[in-house]
């Protein structure tokens, strides 16, 4: 899968990856900017603009004038927040493509941000942050991630709280378009039945005269860890969920593929060896998972289960020893196993790319955030290449006692109880 790439005059850069016999195609929007980059008074701006962008723009001032020229050409549209970055996207008929330049660069670039607007959708952000709140196996990775990263922005919920949501003000919105929003922030992929000269004429006509700006930095990650930490989420349930996990590796940094199969050994998969242990052996829970996640500068191992609450004990203490028997050899590694989990990476990643939202966010995402791209046969070739003993390595480095983090949200009082499983 080849892409080619292009830089704008005023530095916006247009990537594309053309797929000669398919007839739709999916154009994306990224802006350079998460939830990461936000001062504590503002948490969750990120994501309210990327709501109000869709509440009216300069061509089409109306949420309804916006759904209207995109139902117009049957197409679909979305955008999503991350702690690092901002996507807006529309797949649709590959002739139509200009339509949707058209409707992603008002929306992106010319957003009214009404007030009356502003103060309704704040409702609808804090019903959302409510729902987040009761749907337990989704907010349990936020809870994680408050753990694992305390006192880093990091540790923030993307979406915010609802008292800084309350608090957001047209002028917030306006000052941060203006520190965040220029053309060495954007990048326009595009993957379909596109051409990449026609893509680059139409990125020059749509966002060529984006102002250029100046980069924008975050304050990094400082790993503080000295010993294992639980946060506990009291909530009533008739199910517990927990997370276990430890600090890792950076996005850009070469150790990333070996993590990757480290997940897939433990919780890639119902061979895997957490979903053997802790459902099929032992019937301790439905769903079991494992997976690594990378920020720019950090990044981790997490093992998901949910569990019955009165086993929920014996759950954490396997999930333990699975991952330090891997580190200690306790449970030797196998060759079948290796390879496995080599082709269980490659034959996910090879599916996914079957659309193309997910072929833009492949290229996009690490263009975005490395300044460099890999094609999906660069991964493949990474992934082959690792060994044994590169698994044990980076098993080694991850597994380590001390570095443990348990997040848990359940029906429980106190979190005393489970710290006497970390020691």
């Known amino acids: 899968m080849n892409y080619r790439l292009s830089r704008l005059k005023n530095g916006v850069r247009v990537l594309t990856v053309t797929l000669p016999k398919m007839e739709s195609a999916t154009l994306t929007v990224w802006l350079g900017v998460g939830s990461r980059y936000e001062a504590p008074r503002i948490s969750g701006i990120s994501h309210f603009l990327e709501h109000m962008v869709f509440k009216g723009s ?48 008002d929306m992106v670039l010319n957003p009214l941000l009404v007030k009356e607007e502003i103060e309704r959708e704040k409702g609808v952000i804090v019903e959302e942050i409510g729902m987040y709140e009761d749907t337990p196996v ?21 979406i915010g709280t609802a008292k800084t949501v309350k608090g957001i003000t047209r002028d917030d919105f306006e000052a941060y378009r203006k520190k965040y929003y220029f053309s060495r922030n954007i990048l326009i992929t595009a ?27 975050y304050k990094k990650f ?3 860890q000295k010993g294992p930490q639980i946060l506990l989420h009291p909530k009533k349930k008739e199910q517990a969920h927990f997370i276990l996990g430890f600090l890792g590796n950076p996005k850009g940094q070469k150790d990333r593929f070996d993590e990757s199969i480290v997940a897939a050994i433990m919780g890639g998969g119902m061979s895997s060896r957490l979903f053997s242990e802790v459902r099929e052996r032992r019937g301790l829970a439905y769903a079991v998972r494992a997976n690594v996640d990378h920020y720019q500068d950090t990044g981790y191992f997490a093992a998901y289960v949910g569990v019955d609450v009165k086993r929920v004990d014996e759950a954490i203490k396997v999930v333990i020893d699975q991952c330090l028997g891997l ?57 082959d290449a690792v060994g044994k003993d590169d698994i044990l390595r980076v098993a080694k480095k991850l597994f380590v006692p001390k570095n443990l983090n348990l997040a848990i949200i359940g029906p429980y009082k106190s979190q005393a109880r489970f710290e006497k499983l970390l020691v």
Do not use: C
């Open 191 to 217: 993957s379909g039945g596109i051409e990449h000269n026609q893509i680059v004429s139409l990125s020059e006509k749509y966002f060529g005269k984006v102002k250029k700006g100046s980069a924008k930095s």
């Open 138 to 158: 989704a907010r349990i990775g936020d809870v994680f991630e408050q753990l694992i990263f305390l006192g880093s922005s990091l540790g923030r919920d993307i």
């Open 58 to 105: 300069k061509k089409r001032p109306s949420a309804k004038l916006i759904a209207e020229a995109i139902d117009s050409i049957g197409a679909e549209f979305n955008a999503s927040t991350s702690k690092e970055w901002t996507d807006f996207y529309i797949k649709a008929r590959a002739g139509v493509i200009e339509t949707a330049f058209d409707v992603l660069s």
């Open 222 to 224: 400082e790993r503080k």
């Open 327 to 383: 580190a200690d050899e306790k449970f030797p590694l196998r060759a079948e196993e290796i390879r496995k989990a080599k082709e269980y990476i490659k034959g996910h990643l090879a599916l996914s790319l079957e659309d193309t939202k997910a072929v833009n966010h492949f290229f996009g995402e690490e263009e975005l955030l490395l300044g460099k791209v890999r094609t999906p046969e660069d991964v493949y070739k990474r992934i």
